[in-house]
C-alpha cells in the first residue's frame, strides 16, 4: 500500500487500528455512550479478551495509583501550606 503521508493521512482512520474500530462501533451501537464506546472499540481492536482485559486494568490501576498524589503535588507547591510542613 502506497500512502503519501500528508496531515489528512494520519487523521484517517483505518478500520484496522483502534479509531476504525471505534467508528465501526459507533456506527451501529448508538445506544452506547462514548465510554462504552471505547470500550467494546478496545476489545474489537485487541481481538483477545484476556490481554484487553489485563492491559487495561493495569492501566487503570497505574492511573489510579500515580494520580491520588497529583493533590499533593499541587498543594505542597502553594506558599500558603508551608506552614504546616513537617520537613523540608
Known amino acids: 500500500m ?4 500528508n496531515s489528512t493521512t494520519l487523521l484517517t482512520a483505518f478500520s484496522d487500528s483502534y479509531w476504525g474500530q471505534l467508528d465501526e462501533i459507533s456506527k451501529y451501537n448508538v445506544h452506547l455512550n462514548i465510554f462504552e464506546r471505547m470500550w467494546a472499540a478496545w476489545y474489537a481492536y485487541m481481538q483477545n479478551d ?30 500558603y501550606f508551608n506552614k504546616y510542613k513537617i520537613q523540608n
Do not use: Q
Open 2 to 5: 502506497d500512502v503519501s503521508m
Open 50 to 79: 484476556v490481554l484487553a482485559t489485563g492491559i487495561m486494568s493495569f492501566v487503570m490501576h497505574e492511573a489510579v495509583y500515580f494520580g491520588r498524589s497529583l493533590p499533593w503535588l499541587i498543594i505542597d507547591r502553594l506558599p
